[in-house]
């Protein structure tokens, strides 16, 4: 592994070999229904609080990465998690479960990919052959820790976004078939004052201009090197600001297609009630596990830079009257050949 | 880097090249108050909220480890770290500040060792050159978030624990004079499922156990091969119980100083206040970079294993019946020579 700036280059591309998307059925009605591996019935997971739901979806995603990877359970070494409830619980009780050395991290949504990076450099440096990346998250538990009870009805501007319920794991490993990891560029706090809980968007377009930015800089890419450029949640606010900002930066995004997992994942004609699109840690997870890799195993797409953003508040540091830093974490990821 | 069992093996020897401890009056109270950088007088740290004093913590404590490590501020290439507050906001808020890429990790009070064993790899294996690893607590921060506000007065049994107010950073290199990062095994979840959140000591002594059991089969150690292999915060109840453990699992400690963090930050004859020791993810992030290395630069040590522990519980996992996950990472220090 080579670091250049923010940048880390992995110099032996470890390869995810296996990933496991598990959704609820709110985004089973949505356009990516067909590409997770399985969708709940019910919102509930068949679990009786909604923590043990995102719990549950994250051991579910994990046993079926690991089953598609094709290695058994105690083959695993490490597994990478993190997700936004407090003292991430929904990661570190599914490594109880799991059984393997545990390194827990936290970037809110952006956790997707900070793990993915994580795992890579494990692989990339480490001589680790089987190492899990993970998150998840669940519209209620999220809504209820960061807002309001979903069970209170309460109403949400239509800037708003609605955490997608899902968990998304993959197998990084230095051998194998699937798509490759090159690239990861960390993120750094970037906080424009934006005090909004609700508007999540504009919060955390500047921190992915931010290190889209930087990644062209650091590895002499340029956006035309890519298919396809995919935010983490943006979403329908943020995606525009974020835009305007790598214009403004002179990043040349001609002939690129620049999309969020936030507005992919959900039907946003028909599934109004997500407001301006998804969000949560397990959105990014879910649609690049599941969706992004299997267009890439099947050659639709060759080269794609998945930017997790993350809003990195507390409702206390809300409460305080801070600004909500927010950070994202890009990972490029390349088929072969 | 050579990973063996849940061992990472660092090849190059990433070397701690400066460290900053700040801790609060109580702490300058122990017996260890003239290894810390600075001890505050006043247990708001200056500050309006006890988030904001936990903040303030480490934001001094990077910076202090910045100044001794003799670099300039820019010239530092990563931040790891986390915290026990809910979304890690000290450490998000710091990295702000710092205006580095920034890596949040969780590991409840392991988060200390979890940090240094991320930022050794980064730097053994990635060619970065100047990477801090750093975490922070405040009593009134986390009795607050995760039992009552102190300012209610609440009794508490005779084993809790204390929770430490003070921040720990540390600077790895590639290059420079100080002690080196040999090993980290990073540990399993452990849960003999004790639910009471007070006895903390308790519940994370068998992942103490674990994790140095491990170690020494990973590396062909023995415990006699340490000068003084430490625990992070078992305190007075949790400590006799990872010994028991250990001698279950035949290792043989005959010989070898063990000791822990929680017994050794505090006068535990005078400050009765601390009950069976004390805590936090800053306990043993402060006892280590500010008392331990001091011992190994001067001769005193030169083979130290920190086995820092964390209890992964939050408020709602125990308010919901779950027992609690524990786990420990372990950091082999060593003088060259």
Redesign the interface.
Known sequence: ???IG?T?QFENKPVIIGTGTIVGPEEGEGPLANDFDYVYDNIEINEK?W??AERKLLEDASRKAVEKAGIKEDQL??FVG?D??????SS??A??QM??????????CSTSM?SLA?AS??V?????QYVMAGTASHNCTVEKQFRYPTEYGSQKPPYAQYTITGAGCSVVSDKGDGPAVTYAT????V?LGIKDPFNMGAAMAPAAADTITKHFKDTGRQAKDYDLIVTGDLASVGLPIAKDLLQQNDVIMDGTVFADCGLMIYDMEKQKYVNAGGSGCGCSAVVTYGHILKRMRKGELKKVLVVATGA??????YQ?G?SI?C?AHAVALEMGG
Do not use: C, H
Not at 124 to 128: L, Q
Not at 186 to 189: H, L, Q, S, W
Not at 312 to 317: C, D, I, K, T, V
């Open positions: 592994m080579k670091v923010q880390w609080t923590e043990k070494q490490f993190g936004l409830m407090n003292q991430i619980i570190s009780f490594a109880r059984g393997v050395p545990y390194i827990g991290v936290f970037g809110a900070e994580v450099m494990l990339d440096s480490g001589g680790a960390i993120g750094k706090v906080d990195l508040l507390s409702p206390l540091s305080q801070e830093p950070i």
